[in-house]
């Protein structure tokens, strides 16, 4: 059981990518899914969040209106679109999967209890 994501790469300012983070041996059933970054230095910060069970969505202010979290359930795939990226994006994306992450009106930003955690994809975004 675990999470691969994809799609990290270099991209400039104003350009998009879209990560993907699939499920090996997981049913997303009552999960919540959330894409998460890290930049050197800094700590993690929840940039949004899926429920599977509601189908609510929730964003982290800085990128609202620019990313896009959604599900294929087909192929058991969570994506991250993420459009007009900006050089304060570049970090190493995340996603994670816990019942307790967000639901039909809650995201617990910040939980540390996550059932399962991907490796990781790397974006960069410069000129």
């Given at each position: 059981?675990?999470?691969?994501?994809s799609?990290?790469?270099?991209v400039?300012?104003?350009?998009?990518?879209?990560?993907?983070?699939?499920?090996?041996?997981?049913?997303?059933g009552?999960?919540?899914?959330?894409?998460?970054?890290?930049?050197?230095?800094?700590?993690?910060?929840?940039?949004a969040?899926?429920?599977?069970?509601?189908?609510t969505t929730?964003?982290?202010?800085?990128?609202?209106?620019?990313f896009?979290?959604?599900?294929?359930?087909?192929?058991?795939?969570?994506?991250?679109q993420?459009?007009?990226?900006k050089?304060a994006?570049?970090?190493?994306?995340y996603?994670?999967?816990d019942a307790h992450?967000?639901?039909?009106?809650?995201?617990?930003?910040?939980?540390?209890?996550?059932?399962?955690y991907g490796?990781?994809?790397?974006?960069?975004v410069?000129?």
């Open positions: 059981v675990q999470l691969v994501e799609g990290g790469g270099l400039q300012p104003g350009g998009s990518l879209r990560l993907s983070c699939t499920g090996v041996g997981v049913n997303w009552e999960l919540a899914i959330g894409w998460f970054r890290q930049a050197p230095g800094e700590e993690r910060e929840d940039v969040c899926l429920s599977a069970r509601h189908g929730y964003y982290e202010d800085s990128v609202r209106g620019r896009t979290i959604s599900m294929d359930n087909a192929k058991n795939t969570v994506y991250l993420m459009n007009n990226l050089p994006d570049t970090a190493v994306y996603c994670g999967a992450l967000c639901g039909e009106n809650y995201w617990r930003p910040n939980y540390k209890y996550l059932e399962l490796q990781g994809t790397l974006v960069t410069s000129s």
